[in-house]
């Protein structure tokens, strides 16, 4: 309660300094921000504000705003896809160097970042009514402004010249780089694309068809609200909106917004109706390639656009419309006997044209059939008699209008695919319909906390008095299906005598082997004493215990107990004799035989499945490789070191966070910052795979050049065909079977996350029930999301 008195009472203290400073504002060297107390530096009127704002998720961004409107508006980001500063942050603007500052981190050992990139010294600076943030030297030169460097957002007097961009935000509240951008051309055309393509036409969505007007055009928005472009001489040579009287305290802002679209917003301020559009570039939300994810096609409808999948394919994440559609598995290769296609027709639905072979002349029958009989073709696009054949996966899907573009898609005849429904009112009550679910499930669940709490009470009540009650007898003894048990330190002294026989060393402690009298008799087991001086060892230890805890499953190694007593943090685990995988795999003299290495592979893919999809609260291990995998007396594998792992929320799917893992088996998307799921596992895994075929590491200098790194050594043999023997050398493996399984794995290592198969796939496949389709090229498709 006194905390909320506090808080209260601070909060209307710096509303007061707000309001306090509402003077025409020149910032002088010496001042400085702090994202609780004098947060921000406020323009004249205090309409804009320079300095730290909340972020939606916790934390705070420095940047520019709309301070004196209810909304706070963020027109400018710095480094937006930074991650969040916390509430003990600085902002300096320097007395000695006249410089801008961001210092974040405990006092002593701050990470400087310089806001603005500027040579000399600034002798003030000054927020602007504009909403512009200016520094300036003693001349009243400007040395840096805000202006210059736009995120997504363009506002009056700021204009956007020419090699610049826009980029859209990833949502309305998360501001960090989005999947749209808006580029001014040095061929004098406006034009929006995907991310990460080229700035050629088949992947723009919008231009404002003013190709070669000169090389110095630059958009405009005037405070009238007019739109324009200007040639270097200042000739207003298109006008994409005309000005119209605009009343004062009218505020004006174009943006690029998350869905990919750019609107003009005005905001009455006497009116606190809010934002309301007064221009868009399109009124086809369909427009903006990329909307909706791979292999799914976005159909408009006038409030909003929505994804469906193609016929015959799923979402790969119920909740995410951008995450894409995959195939089942099951429509693997098409020779098969016992599996029946057909082509499915869409009409008006359009996608990327990367067809690999064009039949002209023929008619839609005759297209069908083509693509029917040729093992390659996933799908195709017939229009005026001509049949373009594809692959998957299918890119920048979207119905479009009025044409005469027919879709064909390849389905499995069994399966009964119909596309879900396509009426947006039939969607509104299917989605109606989840959300009761999803209430009832709330409320179930959280009876079912209740009285799990409940039970708990009564139960750690009971364990409590039940462990005062047996006095401790000098052995330590437990039986084999409890959950993890606390020692003291002391007795896991005596158990590995005194820490003496080391037998390994993981992320973050060294392993030594001790005894344990079971009911059984003795029993031998592994202690890892994690380093104490880490501050992430305690966190690895909390998620090492959560996860570990939680998981019991035969393919991960058991966590039998742990101290937090007495100097050192230790982890409790059984013994597993024959070491790590990566110690028999990579010495010559303990090869392993084909079939063993395949039984092994089986095991680390039913541990991660588990993981993955059969515990209460879904794991990514996020750290698997040969080192990881330990391996029992009867050979069966064991994954460990939950170190890394990370837990996902309950409906969360996929979780933005900084690199984890180990070099050469971390997943692409780690590197491209973003979102990171289940399938980051599926490439290590692939990783693994591949060593388990070749029995040798990832990476391998020793080699001749072009076998250096496995991946690639890999794919050149499996394109070359009839070179598939010399990735497992001398041995004898049965051509079929290695063919399978390299596939396996070259599906496992795709750059796409959505493109990989899930972990249970991935088992379906290396039992040999299922077909498994012709990979593509790992670095292919690369994701625009
Ligand atoms: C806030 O800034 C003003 C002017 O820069 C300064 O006078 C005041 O002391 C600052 N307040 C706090 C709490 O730092
Ligand atoms: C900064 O804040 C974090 C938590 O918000 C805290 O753990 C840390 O000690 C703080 N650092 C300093 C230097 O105050
Ligand atoms: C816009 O810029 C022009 C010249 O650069 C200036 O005269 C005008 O006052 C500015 N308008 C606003 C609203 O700042
Ligand atoms: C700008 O456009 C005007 C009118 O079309 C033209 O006369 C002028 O040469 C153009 N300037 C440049 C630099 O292209
Ligand atoms: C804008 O205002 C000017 C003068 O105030 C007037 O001449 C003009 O007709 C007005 N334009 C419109 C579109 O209302
Ligand atoms: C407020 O804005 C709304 C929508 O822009 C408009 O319909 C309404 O007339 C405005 N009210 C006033 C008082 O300006
Ligand atoms: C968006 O643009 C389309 C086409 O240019 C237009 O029909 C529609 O009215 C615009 N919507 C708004 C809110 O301006
Ligand atoms: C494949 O799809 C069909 C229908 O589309 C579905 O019944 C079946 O369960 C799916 N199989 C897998 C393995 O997801």
Sequence with gaps: MHYFIIFFVLLS???????????????????SLTPTKNSSWLSSSGLYAFGFYQRPNGGYAVGVFLAGIPEKTVTWTFRRDDPPVSANATLLFTAADGRLVLQTGQSGQEDTTYIADIASTASYASMLDTGNFVLYNSDGGRLWESFKYPTDTLLPNQTLSAEMELFSSVSETDLSTGIFRLKMQSDGNLVQYPKNTPDTAPYSYWSSGTYGTGDKVTLNLDVDGSLYLLNATGFKFRNLRRGVNTTRGTILMMRIDWDGLFRLYSYRVSNSSGWSVVWNSTGNRCDPKGLCGLNSFCISNDLEPGCRCLPGFARVYQDNRISGCERNFTAESCKSKDKKYTLEELDNTVWEDISYSVLPQISKEECSQACLVDCNCEAALFTDGECRKQRLPLRYGRRVGDSNIIALIKVEETSK???????PTRDGKKEIRANIIVIISCIFGALILVIVAIFGIILHRYHVSAYRRIPYNGNTGFCGDIAPRSFSYAELERMTDGFREEIGRGSSGIVYK??????????????????????????EF??????????????LLRLLGYSIDGPNKVLVYEYMSNGSLADILFTPEKQLNWVERMGIARDIARGILYLHDECETQIIHCDIKPQNI??????????SDFGMAKLMKQDQTKTFTGIRGTRGYVAPEWHRKLPVTVKADVYSFGIVLLELICCRKNVDQSLPEDQVILEEWVYQSFEGGDQLGQLVGDEEVEPKQLERIIKVALWCILDEPSLRPSMKKVLLMLEGTVDIPTPPDPTSFISTI
């Design 630 to 639: 330990l391996m029992d007396e009867n050979g069966c594998a064991k994954i």
């Design 542 to 555: 909390q998620t090492e215990i959560k996860v570990i805890g939680r998981a019991h499953h035969r393919n």
């Design 13 to 31: 203290t710096s509303s007061l300094a707000t309001a306090q400073q509402r003077r025409p504002s020149n910032i002088r060297p010496g001042s």
């Design 514 to 539: 001790g005894t344990v009298i079971m009911n059984d008799g003795e029993k031998f087991v592994a202690a890892k004493r994690l380093e104490k001086v880490l501050s992430t060892g305690e966190k």
């Design 417 to 423: 695919s119909s596309i879900d429904g396509v009426s």
